[in-house]
């Protein structure tokens, strides 16, 4: 086998880890911290697919977290009327995240740099006032599920170890799957529109499917991401896809690493330990995430995850 | 005489008050290398935004191969096989000069949407790329990354790239702008040997380089044609030394 390389060997261990945090929490009583991790790992699967398109596609979707939503009312709608079966509401959540990206992308793509943004956001806006005005769905104040997705009785998810692993093979397959996507020629066709798109026109690309069609698969990983969050706090309201929501995983994808598809694992965590453990000393615990945000976008491009990996390289020639 | 394989009729392009190509109708013949020389302002880099679909005329028509291609955008062009580089250098600066060539090959090789294989270990797209990095003189920094070759590799890479369009029509805005002397004679031997192979649209300020490559010259001037033809016709033409030439011979 050969060794791994510094970025491997860091992507590795956050696997390894995730797999073993159940261990020391069920062995100390601490539930709590399973349900942080697993807080964690979905909003990983979030901030992954938004890097797919904002780290290696270059565009700054301000609108992410509606994805979120859209997964997580797939989950609550569908209980709401009785349809329990898990299958059917994770298709529905990826199917109707997949329907919704399309349709905000066809039109947004059309645009660039700032209008792009603001395009997005807007969006966003309207979907999430879409959900506060629905009131049979409980509109502003949320909805309520009764009982989490049926997978039948050799997945029970509401057992909160279950969960756990349900939401890291999920993240893991993912994590998994938009590698070999940005690997891939599709991938290369992305990173060239990024980089130079007049000249992706002149060898004879037209960037905007490649661009639409990577709109459409992020958002049908963060759709996930809202199925497995519904699963987990057994409600979903609108605040969900608040447009401070999709800010947050944007600092999540910066603060681990654009185009690096693990480095927002490290962000989401990162950000995640912040808020619940900070938030306990003072509530302007953002205080001191943002001075730190401005440091790993001054110094430290390549985010948490570029650094880790640069150190362990460097480590590793020292002892060579 | 031959079929074109491009030729413009009545090419008419004004921005604002200003006529950038008034009424320019020229052929490029197959197989021959067409240059096409003017002073600064003559509208040079306009007529060449025209031919290769990145503008659109005001008036007049482009065609190519016998069709009708005015109405036609940048990718629908370089699926027929016009290709251009551009005046100020357009790669890929993140990518290696072997990915840069990589991805124009890809271009060619059919749609895109494909997920899985890794496409910097797919054989179809490295070995071409490998093949077009030799034959324009840099095999050796392949796996350098485009951003730290020196200005006379990245002109090279340019033109790697456009073959590896396969084009049938190779328009190359100034491909020796901001070269030092040196560099630019080590791609005159390169120019020299893609001649005959494709088709070539030369625009070129260096006209030691154009009256040793070119089979016919076209002169624009404000916008407007005002000689074509060989080298000595060109060097011999009186209007065409007091516009342009003369400038050098003052």
């Not at chain 1, 700032?114 to 506060?132: C, D």
């Not at chain 2, 290769?52 to 028509?61: I, K, Q, V």
Request: with cysteine.
């Amino acid at each position: 086998m050969t060794r791994l390389t510094g970025p491997g060997a860091v992507a590795g261990a956050i696997l390894v880890i995730l797999a073993l945090v159940p261990v020391p929490a069920l062995a100390l009583h601490q539930p709590f911290y399973l349900a942080l991790v697993a807080r964690i790992m979905i909003f990983a699967i979030a901030a992954m697919s938004l890097d797919l398109i904002l780290g290696y596609g270059g565009l700054v979707s301000f609108g992410h977290a509606v994805y979120l939503g859209i997964g997580g009312y797939a989950v609550g709608i569908l209980s709401f009327h009785g349809i329990d079966n898990g299958f059917v509401q994770f298709a529905v959540a990826i199917a109707a995240s997949a329907m919704v990206a399309l349709a905000i992308g066809a039109v947004s793509l059309r645009t660039s740099g700032v209008y792009f943004i603001m395009i997005t956001l807007a969006f966003s806006q309207m979907v999430y006032f879409l959900a506060v005005s629905q009131n049979q769905y409980g509109g502003d104040d949320g909805l309520n599920i009764r009982r989490p997705s049926d997978f039948g009785n050799w997945l029970p998810l509401d057992r909160p170890l279950v969960l756990y692993y349900v939401t890291f093979a999920l993240l893991a397959a993912l994590l998994f799957l938009a590698s070999r996507i940005v690997a891939s020629r599709f991938g290369m066709v992305l990173q060239g529109a990024r980089s130079n798109e007049r000249r992706m026109a002149a060898i004879g690309f037209s960037v905007f499917r490649y661009r639409l069609a990577g709109f459409v698969v992020a958002g049908a990983m963060c759709g996930i991401a809202g199925a497995l969050f519904a699963n987990l706090t057994l409600f979903v309201s609108p605040s969900i896809m608040h447009w401070s929501r999709s800010g947050e995983i944007m600092v999540m994808v910066i603060l681990g690493g654009m185009g690096t598809l693990y480095g927002p694992v490290l962000g989401a965590a990162l950000y995640l330990v912040f808020e619940s453990v900070l938030s306990r000393v003072t509530e302007h615990w953002q205080a001191v995430l943002g001075p730190l945000l401005v440091l790993i976008v001054l110094f430290a491009r390549a985010g948490l995850f570029g650094t880790l990996a640069w150190l362990v390289s460097k480590a590793r020639r020292r002892h060579a | 005489m031959p079929e074109p394989l491009l030729e413009t009729r009545g090419l008419t392009r004004r921005f604002g008050g200003l006529v950038a190509t008034g009424d320019v109708s020229l052929a490029i013949l197959p197989g021959e290398l067409h240059a096409l020389i003017g002073p600064n302002g003559a509208g040079k880099t306009t007529l060449i935004a025209q031919l290769a679909g990145e503008l659109s005329p005001d008036a007049g028509a482009i065609f190519f191969a016998g069709s009708d291609i005015t109405g036609l955008g940048v990718p629908a062009r370089v699926a027929l096989g016009i290709a251009r580089s551009f005046q100020i250098t357009s790669i890929f600066a993140e990518f290696t000069a072997l990915d840069n060539v990589a991805l124009a090959v890809q271009a060619r090789a059919g749609h895109s949407f494909r997920f899985w294989r890794p496409a910097r270990r797919d054989p179809e797209l490295r070995n071409p790329a490998r093949r077009l990095l030799a034959e324009i003189g840099l095999a050796g920094r392949a796996d350098v990354p485009a951003a730290s070759l020196s200005h006379g590799e990245r002109r090279a890479l340019e033109i790697a790239m456009v073959l590896a369009t396969r084009p049938r029509l190779l328009l190359l805005d100034e491909p020796m702008a901001g070269m030092g002397l040196e560099e630019a004679e080590e791609l005159v031997p390169h120019l020299a040997a893609l001649k005959g192979k494709v088709t070539i649209f030369l625009v070129e300020h260096d006209m030691d380089a154009v009256f040793a490559l070119a089979d016919r010259i076209t002169v624009l001037a404000n916008g407007r044609v005002i000689a074509s033809g060989g080298a000595e016709y060109i060097r011999a033409d009186p209007e065409v030394r007091r516009a342009y030439l003369g400038e050098e011979a003052a």
